[in-house]
């Protein structure tokens, strides 16, 4: 007779092949069929590639890219965040030296306008 079991008695010994994690649930590769595991370990890394665009503003192409040329998705994530870095960083000097250049272009408006000013004043 087939018995499901879908609430776990905790009282229950693991089964050999199950390990604990630190929060206290089980986990097992025995669970998996074998033919599943490459689908499972894809839609992994697919979420982790989607967590990752969604922190670090990257679209997820980008981030496969530099995955692609590493050796483990933890230093993709440390260079992911380095990139996120200096793009912030230049954003700020690009922004900084675009707020400059409008500034002098309103400081040689303003003077612009002065000396207009100016001259029709002295026509008068």
Request: aromatic share 6%; hydrophobic share 30%; proline share 1%.
């Amino acid at each position: 007779m087939l018995q499901l079991t879908f609430f776990k008695d905790s009282t229950r010994e693991q089964p050999s092949g199950c390990s604990t994690t630190a929060s206290g649930t089980s986990t097992t590769h025995n669970d998996i069929h074998e033919g599943d595991i490459a689908h499972f370990a894809q839609v992994g890394f697919n979420a982790l590639v989607q967590s990752l665009t969604v922190q670090q503003g990257f679209q997820a192409d980008v981030i496969r890219t530099v995955y692609k040329y590493l050796t483990s998705y933890e230093k993709t994530v440390e260079v992911i965040e380095a990139m996120r870095e200096a793009a912030e960083e230049h954003a700020v000097a690009e922004i900084l030296s675009r707020t400059k250049e409008d500034d002098i272009e309103d400081d040689s408006v303003k003077e612009d306008s002065v000396k207009e000013d100016s001259i029709k004043e002295e026509e008068e």
